[in-house]
């Protein structure tokens, strides 16, 4: 499993760091409960098919997402419109590159982000018997934003 989750930390890590010139740090990662709504606002999700199925989710709070917003945009004020382009975009960079790192392992197919917004949505899993893994990472010195990983061999 490590050889899986390790490519989504790095490239999170780096895709921060060199799009937006903003260091982040993976925190301890945990299995959320599956059917808990989560304490986010923003998701984006991608599915992932082929040779695995499963999900990966960019979620936040909508102040982490606004200034990630604002940041790529250059502009003071963004919409929400921005922002939901902003973390479908981010997820999509994220799964396309991990994509890349683990093409070793086993062919993967990724579908077109999914934005979902809303205080405290749920991420639906596509199969009850794999958990959902979350990777906070620490962003703006104090604000969460979490990668969750929903991955298994086919």
């Known amino acids: 499993m490590e050889q899986y989750i390790q490519p989504f930390i790095?490239?999170?890590s780096a895709l921060f760091r060199n799009m937006l010139a903003i260091d982040v740090a993976p925190d301890r990662?945990?299995?959320?409960?599956?059917?808990?709504?989560l304490d986010w606002d923003i998701?984006?999700?991608?599915a992932l098919t082929g040779g695995v199925k499963g999900l990966v989710a960019l979620s936040m709070k909508y102040p982490a997402a606004t200034k990630?917003?604002?940041i790529l945009t250059q502009k003071e004020k963004v919409s929400k419109?921005?922002?939901?382009?902003?973390?479908?975009?981010?997820v999509n960079i994220i799964s396309g590159n991990?994509?890349?790192?683990?093409?070793?392992?086993?062919?993967i197919t990724i579908s077109n982000p999914t934005v979902v917004s809303g205080i405290a949505h749920m991420v639906v899993i596509?199969?009850?018997r794999i958990r959902l893994l979350c990777i906070p990472f620490t962003v703006f010195n104090n604000e969460i934003i979490c990668l969750?990983?929903?991955?298994?061999?086919?």
């Open 98 to 107: 991990v994509k890349k790192n683990l093409e070793d392992y086993f062919q």
């Open 68 to 70: 990630i917003t604002s």
């Open 126 to 128: 596509p199969d009850d």
């Open 29 to 37: 990662a945990y299995f959320a409960d599956k059917n808990a709504f």
């Open 148 to 154: 969750s990983i929903n991955i298994q061999e086919k």
């Open 10 to 12: 790095s490239v999170t």
């Open 43 to 46: 998701s984006g999700i991608i």
């Open 81 to 90: 419109t921005e922002m939901t382009d902003v973390v479908g975009e981010l």
